[in-house]
């Protein structure tokens, strides 16, 4: 089993901007879909972001769409999270997640989650959108 580290996230003002980094060791990332979620103060975790290994499926939650871009480097078995015009409601925890393209597509890890159960999830990191 491998792991993934997230980090980049901090406290910053409305507006602005974040990148986050999902470090993944242990594996490589050439046969993944990797996904952001995001935990809000008393929500349930939720699917922002997925990205599948061809590079051209990619889901957004339409509370970022236009906001946020996923983006991967498998030569360097990284994904990221670049977050523009951030809001207050954006604040939690980001988590990265790693499933096998076979067990699950990225539709389904990111809208239900499915799958995930048998990937590979980083600890989190905190963002936080503050005045």
């Known amino acids: 089993q491998g792991q993934l580290v997230e980090s980049g996230g901090g406290l910053v003002q409305p507006g602005g901007s ?3 980094s999902c470090v993944v060791s242990g ?7 990797i996904g952001w979620f995001r935990q809000a103060p008393g929500k349930e975790r939720e699917g922002i972001s997925c990205i599948d ?22 030569a360097m078995n990284t994904a990221y999270l670049h977050m523009d015009h951030l809001k207050p409601e954006d604040t939690g925890i980001y ?7 076979i067990i699950t597509t990225f539709l389904n890890m990111c809208t239900s989650q499915l799958g995930a159960e048998y990937g590979v999830w980083g600890l989190g990191t905190q963002v936080t959108v503050s005045s």
């Open 18 to 20: 974040l990148r986050l």
């Open 27 to 33: 594996f490589t990332l050439d046969d993944y879909t």
């Open 95 to 101: 988590y990265c997640l790693a499933v096998k393209t």
């Open 53 to 74: 290994n061809t590079d051209y499926n990619v889901y957004y939650a339409g509370s970022v769409k236009g906001r946020f871009t996923i983006s991967r480097d498998n």
